[in-house]
C-alpha cells in the first residue's frame, strides 16, 4: 500500500498570507479542510497533500482567484526550509536546478522534478499534478514561481522566460499575468516545463548565503513515511489533543471515503484504533520521562477528559499503569 502523499505546512500557510493580504478572511476556510492556524503555522510540520489541494483549489474557486497561486508563490526560495537553503547554496544555476530536482521530496512525498536538455535549451520539469482540476492549477502555478525564483539566482532577478508549458486547461484570468506577457505559453500539457537557455546553466549563483543559518528545531524528514500506516501515523499526530480522531473525520483529511480508508487499514494489516493507540502512545513516551509534568496535564495534552482514563489506556498499551512507568524509567 502507497503512503500518503505529505507536504510541508508551509505551503498552506503561504496561501493563507496571500488570502489575507487581499482581505479574504481564511481562519473558517482552513478549518473547514481541518488545517487549524496553529498547524500551518509550524511550517515545517506534515499534512496530508489533500489538504492543500483542496483548500488552495476551493479559496481560488470561491474568490473568483484563478491566479491565487501565483500570490501565493511569492515567498523567495531560501525561505522554504532546508530545501529551500540547499538550492540557494549551490554553486551555479545547473547545480541549484539539480539540487531543486533531488531535494523536492523533502517537501511534497510525490515530487517530481528532472531537468531535460537538448542542443540549445535546457527544460526544468515537473511531472504531473495531483488532484482536481482547480487544485492542480494553483499547485502548479505556485511551484511555477518557485522554479523560476531559483533560475532567478543565476540568471537574474529580473529574468522571464520566453516558453513555458502548462499542465493547467483553464487559462482565463491567466492572459494578463506579467509572467505570461512575453511568453509563448501552451495550456493542457503533460508535464510542467520552462525553457532555460543551455548558456545560463553555468552561471554562479547571486547572493549571499551566510546571512542563512540552519533552524534551531530540525524538521520531520518526510521521506521517512515509508508506508500507508507510517504515513497515516504522521497525519493523525497533528490532531491529538485538538480534534477526536474519528475515522470518517481523518478520512476526510486524507481525501478518501471511510470504507477506502478502512480498506486500506485492512491491507496494511491494521485497524484504525490500533494506529490511534500508537499515535497516542508515542506521544505519551517523552511526557511520562519528564516527572515534572502531571499525569492530568499530560491526558488533557493527548485528549483525554481525565487521568484516569488516559491510565486505563496506557495500561491496555503497555501493561503497566503510567505511574508504575516512570518508576522504572527513573530507575
Known amino acids: ?33 481541518r488545517l487549524s492556524p496553529e498547524l500551518v503555522c509550524n511550517q515545517d510540520g506534515l499534512i496530508a497533500a489533500h489538504q492543500l489541494w483542496s483548500f ?27 530545501f529551500g537553503k540547499s538550492v540557494y547554496q549551490a554553486i551555479t544555476l545547473y547545480d541549484a536546478i539539480r539540487t531543486f530536482c533531488n531535494n523536492a521530496t523533502i517537501e511534497y512525498s510525490r ?17 504531473p499534478i495531483d488532484g482536481q482540476p482547480e487544485q492542480r492549477q494553483q499547485v502548479e502555478l505556485y511551484v511555477l514561481i518557485l522554479m523560476v525564483d531559483t533560475i532567478r539566482l543565476g540568471a537574474g532577478a529580473h529574468w522571464q522566460p520566453t516558453n513555458l508549458e502548462l499542465q493547467t486547461i483553464d487559462r482565463r484570468g491567466l492572459a494578463d499575468v506579467p509572467l505570461f506577457r512575453n511568453a509563448n505559453v501552451r495550456f493542457g500539457c503533460s508535464t510542467t ?9 553555468s552561471r554562479r549563483l547571486h547572493g549571499d548565503i551566510a546571512a542563512f543559518t540552519r533552524p534551531e528545531n530540525e524538521p520531520v524528514d518526510i521521506t521517512l513515511a515509508t508506508d500507508f500506516g507510517d504515513s497515516l501515523r504522521r497525519v493523525l499526530k497533528n490532531y491529538v489533543g485538538h480534534d477526536k480522531l474519528k475515522l470518517e473525520t481523518t478520512a476526510e483529511i486524507i481525501g478518501m471515503t471511510s470504507r477506502t480508508l478502512q480498506r486500506h487499514l485492512s491491507q496494511a494489516g491494521f485497524t484504525y484504533q490500533m494506529l490511534v493507540d500508537q499515535v ?42 503510567p505511574s508504575e512507568f516512570r518508576r522504572h524509567y527513573a530507575a
Open 1 to 33: 500500500m502507497d503512503p500518503i502523499p505529505l507536504v510541508r505546512a508551509r505551503y498552506a500557510h503561504a496561501f493563507a498570507v496571500a488570502l489575507d493580504k487581499l482581505g479574504v478572511p481564511t481562519e473558517k476556510r482552513l478549518r473547514k479542510h
Open 56 to 82: 488552495a483549489g476551493e479559496a481560488a474557486r470561491c474568490e473568483g482567484l484563478p491566479e491565487l497561486g501565483l500570490l501565493a508563490g511569492q515567498v523567495p526560495i531560501v525561505e522554504h526550509g532546508d
Open 111 to 127: 515530487a517530481d522534478f528532472y531537468l531535460a536538455q537538448d542542443e540549445y535549451v535546457a527544460w526544468f520539469c515537473r511531472g
Open 193 to 201: 516545463r520552462i525553457a532555460v537557455p543551455r548558456s545560463l546553466l
Open 280 to 321: 497516542l502512545f508515542e506521544l505519551a513516551l517523552p511526557l511520562l520521562k519528564d516527572n515534572q509534568i502531571k499525569l492530568l496535564d499530560i491526558a488533557l495534552t493527548l485528549g483525554y477528559s481525565d487521568a484516569a482514563h488516559f491510565t486505563r489506556a496506557f495500561r491496555r498499551w503497555a501493561g503497566v499503569s
